[in-house]
């Protein structure tokens, strides 16, 4: 049974201080897309204009994503440019142009109305929940986002919370959402306000996931050489979610979504490697589960 | 066998936005010889003054650390004021009178002279040489540093460095020492100056092992309440070779340094816990192994 991805597709301007590429394909739901299609079929919805390349549609495609929800609008699609200083954890939007984008509203087709798992990737929270008013009740939802929506709809955010099982966010966004320093003080609010899991992401350090009463500290894959870290979010979130729904399991346990974790950083940490998707298009499942093992015996030490 | 530590001993003032107290002990080889000392007897070198009160002196021998080499020296112990933000992490040193350290010299006790590990707990590297030319070669050469010595006396680190087998240091620093953003890389350059083994200390994020070929990424022990880091490092510094030293073993794994990266962080995260050494007086080898295996449980993911 297929995922269904609600999010961002985007052509992207990146500049870093050695590298500048135009025109790459980019937004939220496209890398989530191709991260998750490494594990499961993937339903996706989103809005292109009459600019996007065919080759990148032809691409979704070729990673078995169904793209009968992605809606080809008159206009520009939207494009993004962001510039990353020496030190890449340090990023500005240098523009932002939302074009067909701007009056977007996501219809989910008949067909994708059941979804197991739904990945409400990062796009503002009052577009995610109009996603989650046109599904049946899923297994799981899952909801990316951004600390624009924290400090422009938070409103908007606080609703959506109440409807979603698992959110996604990064420790700057946990605790602007909180205003508390400690993330694990951080994780324990963001349960109180709705979401029964949370995952907080701590790019090269890792991240943090709450449960009921249960709790997962898992490090970060070690990368001597980052060339784009654009994206690395929505990577993980589409690898996380993927690989959950690719055990097209009733009941979801702390253990699986541990092992999501791990796989979600595994499928950044390769994403990170090259500019736009370039490094996703020529992965396979046997070197994400090679990666997966090295983390492992990296992250492992023995009992007392 | 003990443990040789050396290092300063000092009376501290901390400031924290909520708290502030004066006279505490303090001191990088006070704190580490109290959390060695959980886990091996210790040797302890350094100096105070005639105002250091008696009753730390007293509390370092119920503890079994040996001050055969601890002078007591005419004039005032080493005193530091320090003084942290809202964000523990940023920390300013509001004072510091090296007192009886300024013209100290370390002089190691002819029976402390062929220990089986030494701990340089963070003093000057010119000190940390001077210690080693007077011990036979231990199993184990362990320094601490921090960025005062790599912007100060840079080429007596890099000479100390040569004689090190094992380098501890923050991130902060490594990236100071290396002038390398990815911590992957400072770790592997500053194993070319000279220690085999290098451990990289991230705060609240954790610790990046360096090894021959062999690499460990270790989380951090989840605090909700931190109410004094003073001290943190070197109480993983104590903890770490503490746990080394107890093994009496001559061949040293990497899955042993690996559980004394966990024993040291696990000794640091108590020692945050309350002002000055007050979390290790109740601290026993009991609940240290339990927070151990909750860190292990922690940090535990399944295979695919």
């Known amino acids: 049974m297929s995922i269904l991805i609600v999010g961002s597709i985007a052509l992207d301007s990146v500049i870093t201080p050695v590298e500048k590429h135009d025109d790459l394909l980019g937004g939220s739901a496209s890398y989530a897309a191709v991260s998750a299609s490494f594990f499961t079929p993937v339903n996706l919805v989103g809005i292109v204009g009459r600019d996007f390349p065919p080759e990148h549609l032809d691409y979704f495609r070729s990673r078995e994503i169904d793209l009968a929800g992605v809606e080809s609008a008159d206009g520009e699609t939207m494009r993004w440019t962001g510039e990353y200083e020496w030190d890449l954890n340090v990023r500005h939007t240098r523009a932002i142009a939302l074009n067909v984008f701007e ?173 736009s998707l370039e490094r996703l298009r020529t992965l396979d499942l046997a070197k994400i589960e090679e990666r997966y093992r090295i983390f492992k015996a990296m992250s492992h030490f023995e009992e007392i």
Request: net charge negative; proline share 5%.
């Open 103 to 275: 009056t977007y509203s996501p219809t989910i087709p008949v067909g994708f109305r059941e979804p197991s798992i739904v990945l409400l990737a990062n796009i503002a929270p009052a577009l995610q929940s109009h996603v989650l008013d046109q599904i049946e009740r899923p297994g799981l939802v899952i909801a990316d986002t951004m600390d624009l929506w924290i400090n422009i709809a938070n409103a908007d955010l606080m609703s959506l919370l109440k409807r979603v099982d698992l959110l996604i966010l990064n420790d700057s966004e946990a605790r602007l959402m909180t205003k508390e320093t400690s993330l694990i003080r951080a994780g324990r609010k963001i349960q109180a306000l709705g979401p029964a899991y949370v995952a907080i992401k701590k790019g090269e350090h890792g991240c943090l996931l709450f449960g009921d009463g249960e709790f997962f500290s898992c490090g970060a894959y070690p990368l001597e050489d980052i060339h784009d870290p654009t994206g690395a979010g929505d990577t993980f979130a589409g690898g996380f979610a993927g690989y959950l729904n690719s055990l097209a399991s009733a009941e979801i346990t702390f253990q699986d979504l541990k092992r999501a974790v791990v796989y979600g950083s595994v499928m950044a940490s390769f994403n990170v490697e090259a500019f």
